[in-house]
């Protein structure tokens, strides 16, 4: 149970995580704002440490990974709604010579 307020912001509407401002503990609801000040929910299914990623969506293997608008990566891995989203389960693709081309955001 968490007793604290939990905060994530969302700056584009684009966006597949959201970045917290907080610690949150699994199984923790995580108030998550975007730019035009709407709020949504967003239960943590496990630990994420201040100022990593949650997913605010399910996201499949190889489908790319928006922040700010941008296209930060891909998905190594299926993440679920929820989740924490770093290194372990994304990959970046830019400056990479063995990609022929970024996924294009939709």
Known sequence: MCNTRLTGLKVNDLDNVATLFCNANSSCEVEILD?????????AIEDIPYGHKIALR????????IKY?????????DIRIGQHVHVHNIESVRGRGDWTEEVKVR
Do not use: F, Y
Not at 58 to 65: A, Q, Y
Not at 69 to 77: L, V, Y
């Open 35 to 43: 730019k035009q000040g709407r709020k949504t929910s967003v239960m």
């Open 58 to 65: 399910n996201v499949k293997r190889g489908e790319p990974i």
């Open 69 to 77: 608008g941008e296209q930060i990566g891909i998905a190594t891995s």
